[in-house]
Structure formats: C-alpha cells, structure tokens
C-alpha cells in the first residue's frame, strides 16, 4: 500500500510500476520495503473484506481528514522544492528514507501482517484483523512524525495532523521528543528533514489508502 504519489492533492496513488521500483534494494529503502510491497497485496474490499467487528463509529470523518493530511503533505513537499527550502534539490535519489516508525506499533504492524506466499511482503488476514489495533496504529504515526516535523514549523501539515488524529479518537501515548537532527540550521539536518518528509508523504499514501479500504469494509458490514 505504501508507495509515492503524484504532487497534488488528488490523494490518488502513482502507478504501480513505482511501487515496484521502490521495492528495489537502493540503499535506505530497506526501511520502507514492506511498505511498499503492501501495495501489491491488498485485496480489494468488494470481494475480499476481512471478518471484523462493528466498528465503533462512521469513518467518513477520518477518511476525509486522511485526504487532506495527503494533500497537505504532497504540498509541503512540492513548496520545499519549489522554494529550494533546504538548499538542494529534495528528491528520493538524494536521500536515504528513514522509517522513524519502524521500532514502535505502527499502520503497517497495526493493520496488516507478514504472509510467506507474498514473499513476506504485508498483507490484511481476515481471522486476525483488529480496526482499533489498525486506527491506533494510524495515529501512533501520526504522533510520532508530527514531533519529528515539529521544527519545520509548517502550520497546514501540522494541523492536519492534529485533525487527523483527533478524528481518529484513540491515543498513541505521550509525544515523542523530535529529533536534535533534524532541522534547517545544519547540511546533515536539512538532509535528514528531506528524507523524513519523503517518508511522512508516503505514509499519508498508506494512511489514505486504508481509510478508504476500511471505510469500504465499514459499509459493507
């Protein structure tokens, strides 16, 4: 499910073939690989819905406060860029991406799990699948890149996230401390702000995408 996509607030996901270009093995896309791969496994909900409970609320409000988070992250990304923000050029060729939720719950742990006949790659399991274990998930992200964008200080992305995960209606904990290293004040801390932003963007795509596949499982029950 995780993969880039085009600039723009459409919230719609670049095509596939990008998905499989991400899942080669450049160095620092390791940390975003099953990420990526979980863009070949979903299934679609019309005919592939996992067995759940009721869910404890309408996610209309989530999955459109998700279409804004991806739209607020496509733009804070293309403005950088545009601006020439941290002095080079900010492309996924000029960095390694970080996955900062890699070592906690995340949409990915939360919402899916490993299948060896995909190659390892995510996968929903229908007679294990959890929407509040999958939501917290979600918002577990959320946190844990609104403090890490923090220093950046761009208003409309930090905002949708605080929209996003009160939306959400779950918590993920105390927010976690930002990183010293990342910021505008040194070359290393531009470079990593530039990858996390690549990162966090293609989150958003992931976080999308199973609002939309939830919300189609939601009306199907």
């Known amino acids: 499910m995780e993969q ?7 919230g719609q996901a670049a095509p596939r073939s990008a998905a499989a270009r991400g899942c080669s093995q450049r160095p620092g896309s390791w940390a975003l690989l099953p990420a990526l791969c979980l863009t070949l496994a979903l299934p ?6 996992p067995t759940a409970p009721a869910p404890r609320h309408s996610l209309a409000d989530e999955l459109s406060r998700s279409r804004e988070l991806l739209a607020a992250a496509n733009a804070s990304l293309h403005r950088v ?6 002095g080079f050029e900010c492309t996924l060729e000029e960095v390694d991406l970080e996955d900062i939720t890699k070592n ?23 007679s294990t699948f959890d929407m509040s ?21 761009d208003q409309k992305v930090l905002a949708t996230i605080d929209e996003m995960m009160k939306a959400l209606k779950t918590s993920s904990g105390s927010a976690p401390q930002p990183s010293a290293s990342t910021g505008l004040t040194s070359f290393k801390g531009r470079m990593r702000l530039c990858s996390i932003l690549h990162a966090f963007q293609i989150r958003t795509v992931t976080i999308n995408r199973m609002m939309n596949y939830l919300t189609s499982l939601e009306s199907a029950l």
């Not at 679609?44 to 819905?49: D, F, K, M, R, S």
């Not at 860029?81 to 941290?86: D, I, N, P, Q, S």
């Open 133 to 153: 274990k999958c939501l917290q998930g979600i918002h577990k992200d959320l946190n844990a890149y609104r403090a890490e964008l923090k220093n950046f200080k």
């Open 104 to 126: 906690q719950m995340n949409t990915i742990t939360a919402c899916t799990s490993e299948d060896p006949a995909t190659g390892n790659c995510p996968v929903l399991e229908r």
């Open 81 to 86: 860029k545009e601006l020439g923000t941290l």
């Open 4 to 10: 880039r996509s085009n600039a723009g607030s459409s």
């Open 44 to 49: 679609a909900p019309a005919w592939a819905l």
